[in-house]
Nanobody, 127 residues
Framework: QVQLLESGGGLVQAGGSLRLSCAAS????????MGWFRQAPGKEREFAAA????????YYADSVKGRFTISGDNFKNTMYLQMNSLKPEDTAVYYC????????????????????WGQGTQVTVSS
């Protein structure tokens, strides 16, 4: 079993920054990719960013591109999301997720491709 634990959420003013962390424990070997998703009240969970460990490629939703940076270390089982220039519409619960199998590139943003999920951390951006 794999456990994912997010941290680093909080309340920040628009234009500010936060850094989220995700620590994986348990049977962590064999991971192909990890990602960050978010869910605002009354909305579906949406993709924010992902990283594939084999080649270090990163993927971003258009809404966060240029403002968020995903990074991490597969051997240390950690992942980060640096969020800059935050906007009120970034307010959501942020979840980290992990795949065990290699999804097609086009499906990386799909939540169904991820096998394990954390409990989430709240990010609130005030205007």
């Amino acid at each position: 079993q794999v456990q994912l634990l997010e941290s680093g959420g909080g309340l920040v003013q628009a234009g500010g920054s936060l850094r989220l962390s995700c620590a994986a424990s348990g049977r962590t070997f064999g991971s192909y990719a990890m990602g960050w998703f978010r869910q605002a009240p009354g909305k579906e969970r949406e993709f924010a960013a992902a990283i594939t460990w084999s080649d270090g490629n990163t993927y971003y939703a258009d809404s966060v591109k240029g403002r968020f940076t995903i990074s991490g270390d597969n051997f240390k089982n950690t992942m980060y999301l640096q969020m800059n220039s935050l906007k009120p519409e970034d307010t959501a619960v942020y979840y980290c997720a992990k795949t065990l199998f290699r999804p097609a590139t086009a499906t990386i943003p799909s939540p169904s491709q991820y096998n394990y999920w954390g409990q989430g951390t709240q990010v609130t951006v005030s205007s």
